[in-house]
Antibody
Framework: DVQLVQSGVEVKKAGESLKISCRGS????????IGWVRQMPGKGLEWVGI????????RYSPSFRGQVTISVDKSVNTAYLQWSRLKASDTAMYYC??????????????WGQGTMVTVSS | EIVLTQSPGTLSLSPGERATLSCRAS??????LAWYQQKPGQAPRLLIY???SRATGIPDRFSGSGSGTDFTLTISRLEPEDFAVYYC??????????FGQGTKLEIK
C-alpha cells in the first residue's frame, strides 16, 4: 500500500527548533513531489510548500518562505519540515501529502496522518 | 495570489438529498482544481481532481464540474458518512496552490 507516515506529537517552547518528518512507502519515493499543509486549530487548510526528492527542487508559498525549511533524505524515503525558532503562532496540525503525478502542477492524492505541533510562549 | 471562495459556508441537508457546493476562483485556473473531504480528527481525502475526475475508490455519487473560475461539487444522494467539511484547492498557479476556506456539510 502507498502510504505516508508522519512523526508524532510535538510540544515545544517558543524559540526552540523543531524538525518533523514524513516517510513514504509503497511507491518510488524519488519520483513524486511531496509537500506540507498547515491547519491551525479550528481553521482551514493552508499550502506550505513542496519538494521533489529526485533533485530537491523546492517551492514555497510566499506566506511561509523564510519561516520554515522543507528538505528530504532520499536514503530513508523521508521528507522534513523544520523551524529554527518556533513561535506560538506555529501551533497547528501539519499534514504531508504526495502529489498524484510526477509534475509540480498537481494536487495531493495521498496524505499522512498529521503531526500536531504545540508551541507554548 | 489566487483566492478561492467557497459557498455556502455551511450547508444543512438530510440524508438522501442532493448537495451542491460551489468554489469560485479570483482568476482563471483552467481545470486545475481538486476537491477534498475532511472529517473531524482525520486527514483530508482526495475526492476530485482536474475539476471533474473522481479519485480512486470515490463513489460515483460524487461529481465535479466547471472550468475557468467557477466550479461545483455535487453529491447526488447524501449518505450519513458524507457529512464533513469540503475544501477546494487550485493548483494552476505556482508557487502557491491555495485552498478555499471550506464548506461544512451538516445534518439537518
Amino acid at each position: 500500500d502507498v502510504q505516508l507516515v508522519q512523526s508524532g506529537v510535538e510540544v515545544k517552547k517558543a524559540g526552540e527548533s523543531l524538525k518533523i518528518s514524513c516517510r513514504g512507502s509503497g511507491y518510488t519515493f524519488n519520483n513524486y513531489w511531496i509537500g506540507w499543509v498547515r491547519q491551525m486549530p479550528g481553521k482551514g487548510l493552508e499550502w506550505v510548500g513542496i519538494i521533489y526528492p529526485g533533485d530537491s527542487d523546492t517551492r514555497y508559498s510566499p506566506s511561509f518562505r523564510g519561516q520554515v525549511t522543507i528538505s528530504v533524505d532520499k536514503s530513508v524515503n523521508t521528507a522534513y519540515l523544520q523551524w529554527s525558532r518556533l513561535k506560538a503562532s506555529d501551533t497547528a496540525m501539519y499534514y504531508c501529502g504526495r502529489h498524484r503525478g510526477s509534475s509540480s502542477t498537481d494536487n495531493f492524492d495521498i496524505w499522512g496522518q498529521g503531526t500536531m505541533v504545540t508551541v507554548s510562549s | 495570489e489566487i483566492v478561492l471562495t467557497q459557498s455556502p459556508g455551511t450547508l444543512s441537508l438530510s440524508p438522501g438529498e442532493r448537495a451542491t457546493l460551489s468554489c469560485r476562483a479570483s482568476q482563471s485556473i483552467s481545470s486545475y482544481l481538486a476537491w477534498y473531504q475532511q472529517k473531524p480528527g482525520q486527514a483530508p481525502r482526495l475526492l476530485i481532481y482536474g475539476a471533474s475526475s473522481r479519485a480512486t475508490g470515490i463513489p460515483d455519487r460524487f461529481s465535479g464540474s466547471g472550468s475557468g473560475t467557477d466550479f461545483t461539487l455535487t453529491i447526488s444522494r447524501l449518505e450519513p458518512e458524507d457529512f464533513a467539511v469540503y475544501y477546494c484547492q487550485q493548483y494552476g498557479s505556482s508557487p502557491m496552490y491555495t485552498f478555499g476556506q471550506g464548506t461544512k456539510l451538516e445534518i439537518k
